[in-house]
């Protein structure tokens, strides 16, 4: 009899312990997050995908030559003197097309080694850290505006633009020749240029001989 009412009590225990444990997590703060309708607030300086701003951008390459990974491709245009690009918002002149600017998120380690470089501020690192794709094409980024037909516009002007300048270099007169200076052989004085002599020493003042004492007597 003992040993029956003994098994019940430790069954008993049992499950109180048990719903011990269950019991106490209701009542805590849940950890987890109802993602993709409930999203963490990120700190202020995450490092996640890159963004450009191309109205800023002036094609100065110095994001692609700071990137470790070479996942920063900027190809750039001149523009002929008679184009005015404008001004960035920090107040720099625009004086290249960019007709290429992508960026392979795939390669890119989000070290921002690419921000700190540039000199309008057009490029950061934002907080946005969803755009898994199934097709890697589609993590290279083209920031570029400028469409293929302004691009062959801009090429064709700037083409046109360099024909002319050689033109006009080829039909100047040539100038003269100027002649080059004589060269003066290794220890040779140069000429026309006296040369000092050492000053005259003074003649010496005659010293009388000493007197004789006989010649006294």
């Known amino acids: 009899m003992g040993t029956y009412f003994k098994n019940i009590w430790e069954g008993i225990w049992t499950v109180l312990v048990g719903m011990k444990i269950t019991w106490s997590h209701l009542f805590t703060p849940a950890v987890t997050i109802q993602y993709p309708d409930v999203k963490l607030k990120l700190p202020e300086r995450a490092r996640n ?3 450009v701003n191309m109205d800023d951008c002036i094609g100065c390459d110095q994001c ?3 990137c470790p990974v070479d996942c920063i491709t900027i190809e750039t245009l001149k523009s002929t003197p008679d184009v005015d690009l404008g001004l960035t918002s920090v107040g720099t002149k625009k004086r ?8 392979d ?3 890119c380690c989000y070290c ?3 921000v700190p470089p540039c000199p309008t501020e057009c490029i950061k690192m934002t907080d946005v850290y969803e755009f898994s794709e199934y ?3 589609n993590l290279i980024y083209r920031y570029a505006t400028m ?3 302004e691009i062959d516009a801009a090429k064709t002007k700037l083409a046109a633009y360099e024909k002319e300048q050689a033109a006009k270099k080829a039909a100047a007169p040539p100038k003269p020749a100027t002649p080059a200076p004589a060269r003066v052989p290794v220890g040779a004085k140069p000429a026309g240029v006296p040369v000092a002599k050492p000053a005259s020493s003074p003649a010496p003042t005659p010293v009388d001989p000493p007197e004789n004492p006989e010649n006294k007597s």
């Open 147 to 149: 469409t293929p037909a």
């Open 112 to 114: 921002g080694l690419c």
């Open 96 to 103: 290249l097309y960019v007709p290429r600017f992508d960026i």
């Open 49 to 51: 995908r890159l963004y």
């Open 135 to 137: 097709e890697r094409n």
């Open 64 to 66: 692609a030559m700071a």
């Open 105 to 107: 998120i795939a390669k």
